[in-house]
């Protein structure tokens, strides 16, 4: 490909922000030439803030679709990828799609093989797999330092209530409303999987109940949730997802030679950007490690975990442009890391039995998923519809939604309104 990447973008609220600190890092191999989103509002204000920048800006996906680009941004809602994807690749048009990669067994399907049938970059932005820590994880395991994987543990809990009407907008019937418990599995998990390359095999899911701070903030499903699941090569990793008071993120692998971990996100200085090992030596001693890596770019306010925004967009454009040494993250894995959240979800449900995770690769094992459409969005789901928690969907009161809402109008009308 000659030229910059022309890129569009879907979503302003999640997709002009990693547009800004994007172009900073790779503003000269490619350009913003259109954004698109249903809310009126956003895309006004986004207008406002690019008058000159012969950027167009579309309220139909239907016309934003046809305009003349190369690849899109797919930053809308985090259960809707995979049917915009589909349409983008149909298209002809390479795709960066956010986590996760769909929502359905049925989408899984169709999202394979039109990646397969156009021939066009499909890659994951699960940018956790290139923060400081887990590059240097993926190093390491590459150079066979921690031998055979035996057991990992990924931690992913966001604390969102705070933010919670800046997420949801007070909408009752929003996704992240009816997100189950091991849904939004890939912050976890992808870097486990991105940094060793094995294949989920199967999964056990677990989850709490519903608690007063889901409750507070409209939300319908359990407080967190818990995957054990088995890899290819016999490893078992656990996972840890959910909306925890305080939040946490780390990541630890243990194998045949040694150990090595991120920082507990809660220890001074700690967190992504601190590494430990300790492993065997050459000459049989342990040898000891603790590094502070800085990422390959300085931190902004967009950007807090050392470059990985950057780190994982820029390597999908080096890929759209021909190098074929950059490190995305495809279809086939981008799947590998979703489905156990589906999976685990369906363990639950069965009462915590132990569940294949299907296979995409394999062309047999998408004709048992066709048309299997079970989730918890009424819209996708058809007659295969399940609650949004195991034990039951609370009945949340109107009022609570109505004080989201407004809270998210008064930082609207006050210019004070931030993406998350």
């Not at 035996?150 to 997420?167: I, K």
């Not at 305080?246 to 001074?268: D, F, N, Q, V």
């Amino acid at each position: 490909m000659n030229g910059k990447v022309r890129v569009g973008v879907l979503g302003v609220k999640r997709g002009t922000g990693l547009m800004e600190y994007s172009l900073d890092s790779c503003g000269s191999k490619m350009e913003v030439v259109a954004i698109c989103d249903k809310w009126i509002e956003g895309l006004e204000k986004e207008k406002e803030k690019h008058p000159d920048s012969g950027i167009v800006f579309y309220p139909d996906f239907d016309d934003f679709i046809n305009h003349d680009m190369d690849a899109v941004v797919l930053a809308n809602y985090g259960n809707e990828h995979a049917p915009f994807a589909v349409r983008c690749l149909n298209r002809g048009l390479h795709v960066y799609s956010e986590v996760t990669a769909c929502q359905n067994m049925k989408e899984a399907v169709e999202l394979v093989e039109a990646v397969e049938r156009s021939g066009k970059i499909y890659a994951l932005a699960e940018q956790y797999c290139f923060m400081p820590a887990p590059r240097k994880m993926k190093e390491y395991y590459g150079a066979g330092k921690l031998g055979e994987l035996e057991l990992a543990d990924c931690e992913y809990a966001h604390d969102s209530s705070d933010a919670w009407h800046r997420l949801t907008f007070g909408d009752p019937d929003h996704w992240r409303n009816r997100a189950y418990s091991t849904f939004y599995c890939t912050h976890s998990l992808g870097p486990i999987l991105h940094a060793t390359g094995l294949r989920p095999v199967s999964v056990t899911g677990y989850e709490s109940s519903h608690n007063e701070r889901r409750y507070s903030v409209g939300a319908k499903t359990a407080a967190f949730g818990l995957s054990l699941i088995t890899l290819d090569n016999g490893a078992i990793v656990k996972a840890l997802n959910g909306n925890l008071r305080g939040g946490t993120l780390w990541y630890a692998m243990y194998g045949s030679k040694g150990k090595m971990e991120s920082a507990r996100s809660i220890t001074k200085d700690g967190g992504v950007g601190h590494f430990s090992a300790e492993l065997d030596g050459p000459d049989g001693k342990e040898v000891r490690e603790s590094l502070y890596l800085s990422g390959d770019v300085s931190a902004s306010d967009y950007d807090p975990y050392g470059g990985a925004e950057h780190v994982c967009f820029g390597q999908f454009i080096d890929r759209v442009l021909g190098d074929e040494t950059a490190d995305v993250i495809g279809v086939y894995e981008a799947l590998d890391m979703t489905l156990p959240g589906l999976f685990a979800y369906r363990s639950i449900l069965q009462g915590g039995v132990p569940l294949d995770v299907p296979d995409l690769r394999d062309k047999r094992q998408r004709e048992l998923y066709r048309n299997d459409t079970l989730c918890t969005d009424p819209k996708a789901a058809g007659d295969m519809l399940v609650p949004a928690c195991s034990k039951g969907e609370p009945d949340i009161a109107p009022e609570v939604y109505e004080r989201i809402r407004r809270k998210f109008l008064e930082e609207m009308e006050k210019g004070e309104f931030k993406p998350e």
